[in-house]
């Protein structure tokens, strides 16, 4: 079946610095990969969504300038929470769907801690 | 209201119980469902998905779909420990597909 790699799987940074976390469709191509935010608890909250080749579309309420997505190829996306604060400590996963299939695939997620 | 509605739980069941969890949706241009299982700070992982009205089954689980209710459910037999997670259901919609999620019920089943 198909295989979202994600990476790192956590990363503790300080605040003010950038993170980048990266999103890979192993064996299939994805035009477009979803990036989520999760709090303790809560469902998955979309936060954009990456197009290969384009700009992303984010969700209303979510900052563009400091989730910056960018999806260079047709199996890499990448979410880069720059100057991040301790607000922004959360789990970040990110999904894709390959072609001809009805379900989702989930990378393993992200836990980012700001410090 | 929300597109999915969902009882967060948390819902405690002996071993061995059948498991029966619910969401229901507003929108009737919804076309198909999934179900989705996540473990403790890992990532969602596809169960089932559904199509049309009616039942699917695939080994201890059973997703079911009644549009014209508006109504899904998964139903687990012989429930396990192993089985103790957040089920999340979620439909696509929109341009670009993007799923909608319930708010996803946490399940133990305690031996």
């Known amino acids: 079946g198909a295989v979202v790699s994600q990476h790192p799987s956590r990363v503790i940074c300080k605040s003010g610095t950038s993170v980048k976390i990266e999103c890979r469709s192993l064996?299939?191509?994805?035009?477009?990969m979803f990036w989520y935010r999760q709090f303790p608890k809560k469902s998955l909250m979309l936060m954009a969504t990456?197009?290969?080749?384009?700009?992303?579309?984010?969700e209303q309420g979510v900052e563009k300038d400091k989730f910056l997505i960018n999806h260079a190829s047709l199996t890499l996306s990448t979410l880069t929470v720059t100057s991040a604060h301790p607000e922004d400590s959360s789990f970040y996963i990110c999904?894709?769907?390959?072609?001809?299939?009805?379900?989702?695939?989930f990378g393993s997620g992200t836990r980012l801690t700001v410090v | 209201q929300k597109e999915v509605e969902q009882d967060p739980g948390p819902l405690s069941v002996p071993e061995g119980a059948i498991v029966s969890l619910n969401c229901t949706y507003s929108?009737?241009?919804?076309?198909?469902f999934m179900w989705y299982r996540q473990y403790s700070r890992k990532g969602p992982e596809l169960l089932m998905y559904?199509?049309?009205?009616g039942n699917k089954e695939d080994g201890r689980f059973t997703a079911q779909v009644d549009k014209s209710s508006k109504y899904i459910s998964l139903f687990i037999r012989d429930s396990q420990p192993s089985d103790s997670a957040t089920y999340l259901c979620?439909?696509?919609?929109?341009?670009?597909?993007?799923?909608?999620f319930g708010a996803g019920t946490r399940l133990a089943v305690h031996p």
């Open positions: 929108n009737s241009a919804f076309q198909y």
């Open positions: 559904t199509y049309s009205s």
């Open positions: 064996d299939f191509q994805a035009t477009t």
């Open positions: 999904s894709a769907r390959a072609v001809g299939e009805y379900g989702y695939t």
């Open positions: 990456s197009n290969e080749g384009s700009k992303a579309t984010y």
């Open positions: 979620a439909t696509p919609s929109g341009g670009y597909n993007k799923l909608i």
